[in-house]
């Protein structure tokens, strides 16, 4: 894994801040950049799956299960209860709501690797809650985002199948066609995956600087609390259901973290540019909070529990 994808909160983070004060650096990459930088994040996350991966879900279910269902439950709700809390506008409500109602990122996976957790496990649950997103991300989002803005349900699933099972579908297809070539890339996805997503925060936040600035600290504290909330019910719950130490602080960083980047473009093209705003945020907080999560869990390290399922 590449060492420099470890410092994904300082490059995001300094790049955001210049957005704020030089936009013009990063408007440029406009939405048809944002897709096609998505779908490169999505073909990364293809390249980096494996049949063991799938193969683990069979071994392994409870812990799969329990997690998939935290992500859909936990993440969505505390959407919805954040939203309602802050009293946000309506459109920044629906884009908060939108970027909790989609599957985790593959940040995830490294933040789970510098907390010295349970790695397969976080890989094997974002392939999951990934896949599923084509059908469970438009159909929660429209189900809690409701009256606030019109979403058209089939053409955001049709949209959100496009962008994440197309890509993983190529990227399978290169591991098995081009497998040297796969290879190779698989080595840098991780940090080009980074680079990817930095552009399309920064894009978004240069953009939206004006709404930022005239009211950016109220959907800051709402994006917080809304990945603060998923990681700390995602862990809570986990250790509810069973779950040993290790997965459930897995399971914590998978529910808390989220891909962003989906939720910019499915925002940018079904909401407005307004709602894409809280996507772009939750990529940065969420990498934060994650990255200082996995300082305390490297430094506590804990023994396999005895119930693990």
């Known amino acids: 894994m590449d060492k420099l994808t470890?410092?994904?909160?300082?490059?995001?983070?300094?790049?955001?801040?210049?957005?704020?004060?030089?936009?013009?650096?990063?408007?440029?990459?406009?939405?048809?950049?944002?897709?096609?930088?998505?779908?490169?994040?999505?073909?990364f996350t293809g390249l980096s799956l494996t049949a063991a991966d799938f193969q683990r879900v069979a071994k392994k279910p409870s812990q799969v299960a329990a997690g998939f269902l935290l992500q859909y439950?936990?993440?969505?709700a505390m959407g919805y209860?954040?939203?309602?809390?802050?009293?946000?506008p309506r459109e920044i409500a629906a884009g908060v709501i939108l970027v909790a109602c989609c599957p985790g990122g593959t940040a995830s996976n490294v933040i789970t690797y510098l907390a010295k957790a349970d790695v397969p496990l976080s890989v094997t649950m974002t392939a999951c809650s990934t896949i599923a997103a084509a059908v469970l991300t438009p159909a929660l989002s429209a189900w809690l985002i409701g009256?606030?803005?019109?979403?058209?349900?089939?053409?955001?699933?049709?949209?959100?199948?496009?962008?994440?099972?197309?890509?993983?579908?190529?990227?399978?297809?290169?591991?098995?066609?081009?497998?040297?070539?796969?290879?190779?890339?698989e080595h840098s996805a991780n940090f080009l995956a980074v680079l990817a997503i930095t552009l399309i925060v920064a894009s978004i936040i240069g953009s939206s600087r004006t709404q930022i600035l005239s009211g950016g600290w109220s959907i800051v504290a709402a994006v917080f609390t809304l990945h603060a909330g998923g990681f700390l019910f995602g862990y809570v719950f986990a250790r509810l259901l069973r779950i040993g130490e290790i997965q459930a602080r897995t399971i914590s960083i998978e529910v808390g973290m989220q891909n962003s980047g989906l939720g910019v473009v499915l925002a940018t093209k079904h909401l407005t540019a307004l709602a894409a705003v809280p996507c772009a945020i939750s990529s940065l907080m969420h990498s934060l909070i994650g990255s200082l999560l996995a300082a305390v869990f490297s430094r506590r390290p804990a023994a396999e529990s005895a119930l693990k399922n």
């Open 73 to 76: 439950t936990v993440m969505p």
């Open 81 to 88: 209860l954040t939203a309602v809390a802050f009293s946000l």
């Open 147 to 185: 009256a606030r803005i019109p979403v058209d349900a089939w053409a955001m699933t049709r949209d959100t199948a496009i962008v994440i099972l197309l890509p993983i579908a190529l990227a399978l297809i290169a591991k098995h066609f081009l497998p040297q070539a796969a290879k190779k890339l």
């Open 6 to 43: 470890q410092f994904f909160p300082l490059i995001a983070g300094g790049a955001s801040a210049l957005a704020l004060f030089e936009p013009r650096v990063f408007t440029w990459f406009g939405p048809l950049h944002i897709k096609i930088a998505l779908a490169l994040i999505m073909f």
